[in-house]
């Protein structure tokens, strides 16, 4: 017997296509400091879909419900903003002596969670920015051991790609050429030749087009403007094509 996806698994807590929630409980990036309107919105719905589950593929039924287990505890734990649990869930997601790609692999979505809550606010301090930065950082190195692991994970790719674009913004670089951007831009590029079917990947990959072309001064594409029943859509769409993708 299959098990239940994470998104079944937490439904009755957490309704995880509500449209109802804001933007702020829903936007993928730093610029939740800054408003940018309902471009970004319908980006956050994505990335709700986007990181809506890991590849947990190996090991047996119960090591599979621990991990679709700690998956969902940390998405509930981004949409109720209980930075707490969040933080007490990293206990249990502490790096061991050798690298564990899907331990790894959660800490790093862990820190991605962290990082968005500590940016969502208008009146976000520099202090928040420090967090935000520290938890992006802890992103970006419990991906390295994940990719340690394995180093064709491809989710793990993606979600690091999504982490240096948000360092990328909040630290700033005086070479451009040193900038996690560049290393962003060929981690989806791989992710994307690896898996060019994966939801997660694919939805990142979007996302981190948007930020590139914000932040380069680009004016964003017509398939990015402000669309909310198209987003919804989109949002339906690819949670399909994520349930597909674990069957």
Same mark, same amino acid.
Request: proline content about 6%.
């Given at each position: 017997?299959? =098990?239940?996806? *994470?998104t079944?698994?937490?439904s009755?807590?957490?309704p995880?296509h509500?449209?109802?929630?804001? &933007?702020?409980q829903?936007a993928p990036?730093?610029?939740?400091?800054?408003s940018?309107?309902?471009?970004?919105?319908?980006?956050g719905a994505?990335?709700?879909a986007?990181?809506?589950?890991?590849?947990?593929?190996? @090991? @047996? /039924?119960?090591?599979?419900?621990?991990?679709?287990?700690?998956?969902? /505890?940390?998405q509930? @734990?981004?949409?109720?903003a209980d930075?707490?649990?969040?933080?007490?869930?990293?206990?249990?997601?502490?790096? @061991?002596? $050798?690298?564990d790609?899907?331990?790894?692999?959660?800490?790093?979505?862990?820190? !991605?969670?962290?990082?968005?809550?500590?940016?969502?606010?208008? $009146?976000a301090? =520099?202090?928040?920015?420090g967090?935000?930065?520290?938890?992006?950082?802890?992103?970006?190195? *419990?991906?390295?051991?994940?990719?340690?692991?394995?180093?064709?994970?491809?989710?793990?790719?993606?979600?690091? $790609?999504?982490?240096?674009e948000?360092?990328?913004?909040l630290r700033?670089?005086?070479a451009?050429?040193?900038?996690?951007?560049?290393?962003?831009?060929?981690?989806?590029?791989?992710a994307r030749?690896?898996a060019?079917?994966?939801p997660?990947v694919?939805?990142?990959? &979007?996302?981190?087009? !948007?930020e590139r072309?914000?932040?380069?001064g680009?004016?964003?594409?017509?398939?990015?403007?402000?669309?909310?029943? &198209?987003?919804?859509a989109?949002? =339906?769409?690819?949670?399909?094509?994520?349930a /597909?993708w674990?069957r």
């Amino acid at each position: 017997m299959r =098990e239940p996806h *994470s998104t079944q698994r937490a439904s009755r807590k957490m309704p995880l296509h509500d449209k109802t929630l804001s &933007g702020a409980q829903l936007a993928p990036g730093v610029s939740g400091m800054r408003s940018h309107g309902n471009k970004r919105r319908w980006l956050g719905a994505l990335s709700l879909a986007a990181l809506a589950a890991a590849a947990v593929c190996e @090991g @047996g /039924r119960d090591t599979r419900a621990a991990w679709l287990d700690i998956e969902s /505890r940390i998405q509930y @734990g981004y949409f109720t903003a209980d930075v707490r649990a969040l933080r007490n869930l990293a206990e249990l997601l502490e790096p @061991g002596e $050798s690298p564990d790609r899907l331990k790894s692999y959660y800490a790093g979505l862990l820190a !991605y969670r962290l990082t968005l809550l500590a940016t969502q606010s208008s $009146s976000a301090s =520099e202090g928040d920015r420090g967090q935000a930065r520290d938890a992006v950082e802890r992103c970006v190195t *419990s991906l390295d051991h994940a990719l340690d692991a394995q180093q064709d994970f491809a989710d793990a790719l993606a979600l690091q $790609s999504a982490c240096l674009e948000i360092l990328a913004e909040l630290r700033p670089w005086r070479a451009p050429f040193a900038s996690p951007r560049n290393r962003s831009s060929a981690l989806i590029r791989k992710a994307r030749q690896l898996a060019p079917k994966n939801p997660r990947v694919l939805l990142l990959d &979007g996302i981190g087009d !948007y930020e590139r072309a914000r932040a380069a001064g680009q004016p964003p594409q017509p398939q990015q403007r402000a669309d909310p029943q &198209g987003a919804a859509a989109r949002t =339906e769409e690819s949670a399909r094509a994520a349930a /597909r993708w674990h069957r």
